[in-house]
Each structure stands twice: as structure tokens, then as C-alpha cells.
């Protein structure tokens, strides 16, 4: 009999953990009687309950299972940690605030019992705050653009993964992982499924500004050499276009000795758009440096505080 995992990452959750649990069981309890299964969480050390609840839910049934995390490791690092402690023979990754549907989880088994190692469940539609849904249209826009293998335009990580993928991340070693970079990277043969982002059903997202950046930055400093060489050629432009500003005002301040004033305004400017130009770079190299400063310094993805049932 083969073996699902279903993981489901979790930060102060405490309302929603115990529902998603029950629509799971009842799901591979109905339409899915032929697999065993294992539901894991994995708990970015949430301060609102959450833990005692999945403590609950873990004593209730032995195929429900949890790894609580000594602090908070970032909501990218956790998730793939846990994808690396699943046993199955596939492991589906879930959110746990119901924003991806649990009744997708059949048809991802069904994909994957046809040959799909990898099934990506693809936001169409969303109903979350609409700003949010154009930026992250934009962001994707851009990547697919710039980056060195291809992007898949929203798609968080929620999907089935066989273990023959979860096998090759295994190998990787990588600190600082950016999985839907190597969902495209890695050429696994992959169905994609589109769906209908909904409302958490409870408690408050915990998305924000300066993580959804760091998510873009990381994205673009692992897969993209784009940027960096977009500032040697923009050097070398300016370059050529400072030298013959600098020949026509010579040659215009020569023929038109007194009528011609230079001015302080042009220098000005080309002062702030050189410096402008400069720090965006600067701080692009930054963001480049940060990313292989993490890889090489080797830490951990995350530091387990305990395991239940496991």
C-alpha cells in the first residue's frame, strides 16, 4: 500500500489546525481508502496555542504527527524542512489557514497516479487582497524575464511532490532554499493545476511587505544574473553618453564663447542620476552578497525542539 504525507506548516494557527485535520481524514477516510497516509506538522514555534492544539489532535490519532521548531526559522525554510521528513511515497505541502482547498488533494493523488511527479497547484483567481495578487502578477512577470530557468506564475508550494523529488532536494544542502525556483529547475515531469485562492478562514495572514520582498529578492539573487550585468551595461552606456555631452558642450562652448553659458543645473542632475543609479545597484550587490553569505556560512534550515509521534 503506498504511503502519503501530508505536510502542513503552521504559525499561530491555533483555529485552524484541528479543522484542516478533520477535512484530511475524512478526505483519505472517503475517497481515498486505498493509501495509508501521515499528516505532519511542522510548528514555527506559534505563540498563540497552536502547539496545544496539535498536541491534541496528535494523541487522538497516531497518524498525525508534529516537529515544534526552537524559534521561528522564516516561513520558507520550515516548510522545506519538513518536506525533507516525509516518509511517503509522495508528500503534498498544504497551508494551514484553508487558503488552499483540502478537497484538491484527490486530484493531485489522480494526477500522480497517471505519471506527474510533480503536481503545482496554480492560483488563477484569488480572493486576497487584490494589490498583493497584481504585485505578486508583476513580480512573476519579471522573474520569468530575467531569470535563468523558468518560473511557474503563482504557484506558493502548495502541490504533491513524489519522493523521487524529494529524494534530489535530500542532496541539495542548501541553506537558505528557494523552492519554487527548483520546482522549475529540476525538470520533474509536472502537471499543473489551477485553483481558486480563498479567505483564511481564521486568524490573520502572516504575509507582509518585508517578507514578500525578501521571497522576491531571494528569487532573483539564485536565479538571476540578470541584474548585475544590466549594470555593466548601463555603464557602459552612460559612459558613452557622459563622453559625447561632454564633446557637444565643448564643441557648442567654442563656437558660442559668450552666448553659451554651461550652468550649474545639467551637472547637477547628471550628479543625482549617476548617484541614483549607483546606490540601486549597490544595493542589488548587496542583496547578492547576503544570499551567498547565508549559503556559505552552512546553518542549519532549522533546530528541532521536540517530535511527536515520530
Known amino acids: 500500500m503506498k504511503k502519503i504525507s501530508v505536510l502542513i506548516p503552521s504559525y499561530n494557527e491555533r483555529d485552524n489546525v484541528a479543522p484542516l485535520t478533520y477535512e484530511i481524514e475524512a478526505i483519505f477516510r472517503n475517497k481515498l481508502k486505498k493509501y495509508a497516509y501521515e499528516i505532519i506538522f511542522i510548528d514555527n514555534c506559534s505563540e498563540d496555542g497552536t502547539r496545544a492544539e496539535i498536541e491534541k489532535i496528535c494523541a487522538r490519532n497516531k497518524k498525525v504527527k508534529a516537529i515544534f521548531n526552537a524559534r521561528n526559522f522564516g516561513y520558507l525554510r520550515s516548510p522545506f524542512y519538513g518536506l525533507l521528513q516525509a516518509r511517503g511515497d509522495c508528500v503534498i505541502m498544504i497551508a494551514a489557514d484553508f487558503q488552499d482547498p483540502p478537497e484538491m488533494i484527490v486530484e493531485f493523488v489522480r ?149 553659451f553659458p554651461i550652468g550649474t543645473a545639467p551637472m547637477i542632475i547628471s550628479i543625482f542620476f549617476l548617484g541614483s543609479v549607483q546606490l540601486f545597484f549597490i544595493g542589488f550587490l548587496g542583496e547578492y552578497i547576503l544570499n551567498i553569505n547565508t549559503r556559505v556560512m552552512k546553518r542549519p534550515l532549522v533546530v528541532e525542539e521536540r517530535r511527536i509521534n515520530i
Do not use: C
Open 111 to 259: 494526477a500522480w497516479e497517471k505519471g506527474a511527479k510533480i503536481v503545482a497547484g496554480i492560483k488563477k483567481k484569488s480572493r486576497e487582497n487584490p494589490a498583493l495578487y497584481f504585485l505578486r502578477s508583476v513580480f512573476y512577470s519579471v522573474i520569468r524575464k530575467i531569470a535563468d530557468v523558468g518560473h511557474i506564475s503563482h504557484f506558493t508550494g502548495f502541490g504533491l511532490y513524489d519522493k523521487a523529488f524529494i529524494d534530489v532536494l535530500r542532496k541539495l544542502d542548501d541553506p537558505m532554499p528557494y523552492l519554487r525556483g527548483m520546482v522549475a529547475e529540476f525538470g520533474f515531469k509536472r502537471v499543473d493545476v489551477p485553483y481558486e485562492q480563498q479567505k483564511r478562514k481564521a486568524g490573520r495572514t502572516k504575509s507582509d511587505w518585508w517578507s514578500l520582498y525578501d521571497v522576491a529578492m531571494l528569487g532573483i539573487t539564485s536565479y538571476s544574473k540578470m541584474v548585475m550585468r544590466l549594470a555593466t551595461i548601463l555603464g557602459f552606456v552612460i559612459s558613452g553618453v557622459s563622453f559625447m555631452v561632454a564633446v557637444l558642450y565643448l564643441v557648442l562652448k567654442l563656437i558660442f564663447w559668450f552666448k
